[in-house]
DNA sequence: TTATAAATTTAAGCAATTTTTAAGCTTCCC
DNA sequence: GGGAAGCTTAAAAATTGCTTAAATTTATAA
């Protein structure tokens, strides 16, 4: 994850810097507004950090300045400034959230988690081993074969992956995947993993799901060695 | 666009409900977390205001709920607590943003505005392969032929494409397309999308729409390998 | 306003797929 | 070896989606 703090005074742009970078961001520092809105629009950042009261360019124009360029990456305003006029016009310049200085390391790391989520949210496949799944698009990838899969295949494997590494009993499968809460002696399950390991064969999956005598399946991450 | 309020006090909840609806937003109002999070989770708001403090399941309790459950409408918390604790958990439970009571309503609305930006943004880029919708003047094109789709067909095909990528379950597409907020076993999604592949597809763009079987349809951006 | 056209909805039959059942077979473990 | 648990298969049952045509509603123009 790259940052760009665009700060001025060299105090704080240090201190935030070496705080960042043990936290493992790749940081970069704009010592004033002109090269930061430059820096800024020549690369490709995750994040930037930018204080109000900056030279050459105040930290509102460049918020404005990234966002008329069409670009939407997350801007988190630093800024002593607090009255209320202030944080909205911040806010309805393009800023994403701001902060007061001065702030406690550990609320701008917080603030920053919340900025970075939605990147990583965007890709919430599920996976194990070469095997992938994507609730949101109904797709089953081995490697790059995509699987088909009927409506409750999809839910079983869905189900044993996304608790994968743990058992799933025969009762909690019948509970979560056909909603039955009662006992009843069908054998759909058996049938069902017979169905997916076979899917799951030729796609070159092998023997994904294992069977746990007595209990019931479970899938394994395989360990990357 | 439309909000739900959490908020156990009658009197703040209607302050907000009062203000926010002069600002033409669509609101809500529970006055627990254990109701609210069921509104949560079977309707579609755009945003969530939630108390932090609040009867049968606390305001972080349903934030996580409604994340966990893969949902990621904003959540905006409203909050007495001010000590740095609370907020590095409340943002790390998923909120996206908190204010500290008392606010200014002011402050309050540019909040929501930045949350909502986020949404009118993303996603004004409404095509999908060769084919591409404009809203604003209700035109379709198929590369260079133009398509000509009565309202509820164009209603349909922009709902997918909105969420293209993403399933549309029947009952979203029933609620969002149709306006129907309850069970009804109406085959007109199927007669609609008959009339759209018969459109599209006499214009070149084949099967944009895929069928999920058992949950809904998806219009897929083919991956440009 | 009325007549006409267009758009939308309902309903029903059909086709295809999915799900379930049931029975025989295999494997595992005592 | 015997019994329980799991696997496999095939056929029956149920569900789902597609299509069509007719009925209804809405919009448009005379």
Known sequence: MRLLIIEDEPGIA????????????????????????????????????????????????????????????????????????????????????????????????????????????????????SLSINPATHQVFAGLNEITLTPKEFALLEYLIRNKDRVCTRSRIIEHVWDIHFDSDTSVIDVYITFLRRKLEAAGCGNLIQTIRGVGYIVRQPSMV
Chains 1, 2 share one sequence.
């Open 14 to 129: 240090g201190f935030l810097k070496d705080g960042l970078e043990e936290e493992y961001f790749a940081v970069d520092i704009a010592y004033d507004g002109k090269s930061g809105l430059d820096l800024a629009l020549t690369n490709e950042y995750d994040l930037l950090i930018v204080d109000w009261m900056i030279p050459a360019l105040s930290g509102i124009e460049v918020c404005r300045q990234v966002r008329k360029a069409g670009n939407s990456v997350p801007i988190l305003f630093l800024t002593a400034k607090d009255t209320l006029e202030d944080v909205v016009f911040g806010l309805d310049a393009g800023a994403n959230d701001y902060i007061k200085k001065p702030f406690e390391f550990e609320e701008l790391l917080a603030r920053i988690r919340v900025q970075l989520r939605a990147k990583n949210k965007a890709d919430n496949s599920l996976s194990a081993g």
